[in-house]
């Protein structure tokens, strides 16, 4: 394994120890607030962690086992609006955060340089493969932590 994977499969499982920590301090009586107009609340940024983490186990392992794995973006800001993210508690969304992502990281170690090249097709992006995903989703909780703690400029980080 390429050390540039092993990093990148590291920062990726590092992002539930930042999340976890970015909330560890986040006041309760805030979880819901907008302090920024046009900006998700820690609430909704919890949400969507966990709706991301989910859509992105699932995707990884399409690309592994499908022959011509096909990956739907999906509109992020429907899914804050559809799915409640600002009205619903944010514990069985971080749980589910944290699980998908743990699963996910026992079985992206165990990958054969094969695998990670399979290629697939991303319906907003194009050509899309195991390493791609790996680009993305290593980032992904670290900018949403970020926003959390203390750094609004951060809360919408687009994964489609």
Aim: one cysteine or more; hydrophobic letters at 40%.
């Amino acid at each position: 394994m390429s050390e540039n994977r092993r990093a990148l499969i590291s920062r990726y499982e590092d992002g539930v120890a930042e999340v976890q920590a970015a909330l560890a301090d986040f006041p309760t009586e805030q979880l819901f607030a907008h302090p920024i107009p046009g900006k998700w609340s820690a609430a909704e940024i919890v949400h969507h962690l966990a709706d991301s983490e989910m859509q992105a186990a699932i995707r990884i392992r399409r690309l592994i086992c499908e022959p011509h794995p096909v990956i739907q973006a999906y509109d992020q800001e429907l899914w804050a609006q559809r799915l409640h993210y600002n009205e619903r508690p944010i514990g069985p969304s971080l749980a589910a955060f944290i699980a998908a992502r743990e699963s996910t990281v026992s079985l992206i170690r165990e990958l054969t340089d094969e695998q990670w090249r399979h290629l697939g097709w991303h319906t907003e992006s194009g050509s899309y493969h195991a390493e791609t995903w790996l680009a993305i989703y290593a980032d992904h909780a670290h900018g949403h932590a970020g926003a959390l703690g203390g750094r609004p400029e951060t809360v919408k980080f687009a994964v489609g």
